[in-house]
């Protein structure tokens, strides 16, 4: 019976890349996890006050961003899986610099080039470009699940890396060790993975490269890339609504990531690390769940009333989170936040890839990635701004607020466009016109 589950059918069908790829978000996702409950706590104790924090998590994110957008608009002609390996390389050098300085300058600076989360959510290119390979290996009717099982690894994986980058960093001082030698030794430990991470990318085949490239016709890329705007033709309109809307979704989570959260719970009840761990373990289980939920669920009702639904309730509770008196209390609401937060993050993932030309996914899914992660980039900026004026709980109400004019808008301007799935039954199929 449980073999027989369209979920389980779906993962079981990967191939050997399809698993390579589950694996190497894996570590990347473990170790955004075990940097981000400790990333704000060390940048404090090197000594930078809140509002350079929020000024270096925003610089971060945004070079972050502007990384991606480079990389995955060549990716599709200098090859996948050497872009891939710049992302891994990217990560060691980050985490090295960070661990090596306490400049503000050379911190900056590491952040911008380097890949660093403070969310333990995904930055960089990686993320894009894994998702651009899965659909050529994974039927239409599986997409979804696919994505699904993406995401639940992903979150069970940065789960387990708050869980463990808390023990570790708790069990080291009472050792003995400083505080800010216990953070360093997470921030090493970030630069390790990701060189773990480099050597998986090394055994991908050639079948997760773009068509053209698989073809080794540099002729084709190059002259369809000369008449693209950031690698998109036919797609490029439905490509910008949709990355315009992520804006003001990845704007306001920004505000509430997942560092500048631990943070808070530190500051309003002076919870400490391993604590911390073992919260962010249990919101990042939950929302793993719910991203596997999404896939029956979006095959049932469709991708954009999966989105926009689940993801509305999940902001009125992130508002609720600062209103609560006691700890037990703002955790059991943080908690059932997650627990349907991430539903809309497979369907988006799998919606985007579902209605644009197959040839420009990579550069859909960099579009997009880079502009949520471009966005995100200020939410930080506003916290660290807020929180200095010890304004604790308004990024919050902010956050949930804006989520929910995204959520609205999603809705009146992608409610008519169908995937190929959902087009397959007359009474699902889009107006005319409205399909990319």
């Not at 890349?17 to 940097?35: E, P």
Request: glycine fraction near 8%.
């Amino acid at each position: 019976m449980l073999l027989a589950l369209p979920e389980v059918q779906a993962l079981r069908a990967l191939t050997a890349d399809g698993r390579l790829l589950f694996s190497t978000r894996i570590v990347r996702l473990f170790a955004y996890g075990f940097l981000s409950v400790v990333l704000v706590l060390y940048l404090a104790q090197l000594g930078l006050s809140e509002p350079q924090i929020g000024l270096l998590l925003t610089l971060i994110l945004a070079g972050d961003a502007i990384i991606s957008l480079w990389i995955t608009s060549i990716a599709d002609r200098i090859g996948r899986q050497r872009m891939l390996l710049v992302g891994a390389g990217l990560m060691v050098l980050a985490g090295l610099l960070f661990a090596l300085s306490r400049n503000l300058l050379v911190l900056t600076v590491a952040g911008i080039v380097g890949t660093i989360s403070p969310s333990g959510l995904e930055v960089g290119p990686s993320a894009a470009l894994e998702q651009a390979a899965l659909p050529q290996i994974t039927p239409d009717r599986q997409r979804t699940a696919v994505f699904a099982w993406y995401n639940l690894v992903g979150s069970f994986a940065t789960a387990l890396g708050a869980l463990c980058g808390g023990m570790i960093a708790t069990a080291l001082q009472q050792r003995g060790f400083a505080p800010l030698a216990s953070y360093r030794a997470i921030v090493i430990g970030y630069a390790l993975l990701g060189g773990v991470l480099a050597l998986l990318f090394r055994r991908l085949s050639p079948v997760v490269e773009a068509p053209a490239f698989q073809r080794d016709d540099p002729q084709t890329t190059t002259s369809v890339t000369a008449r693209r705007w950031l690698g998109l033709d036919r797609s490029r309109m439905v490509v910008l609504k949709l990355a315009a809307l992520f804006i003001v979704d990845a704007f306001a989570g920004g505000m509430v990531v997942q560092s500048l959260i631990a943070y808070w719970f530190a500051v309003r009840f002076g919870v400490a690390p391993a604590l911390l761990g073992g919260i962010f373990f249990g919101a990042n289980l939950f929302a793993g769940i719910s991203a596997l939920a999404a896939a029956r669920v979006a095959a049932r009702f469709g991708l954009i009333n999966t989105m926009v639904w689940t993801h509305m309730p999940s902001n009125v509770l992130l508002m609720l989170v600062p209103l609560m008196p006691t700890l037990p209390l703002a955790i059991l609401v943080l908690l059932a936040r997650f627990s349907i937060s991430q539903m809309d993050v497979p369907t988006r993932q799998s919606y985007t890839v579902a209605v644009v030309d197959p040839g420009e996914r990579a550069a859909a899914t960099g579009v997009t990635t880079t502009a949520r992660t471009a966005a995100s980039a200020a939410g930080p900026l506003l916290t660290g701004a807020l929180l200095g004026a010890s304004w604790l709980s308004v990024p919050f109400f902010l956050a949930g607020g804006l989520k929910l004019v995204y959520d609205l808008a999603l809705y009146l301007s992608f409610r008519a466009i169908k995937p190929p799935e959902e087009q397959a039954r007359p009474e699902d199929q889009a107006a005319p016109g409205t399909t990319p």
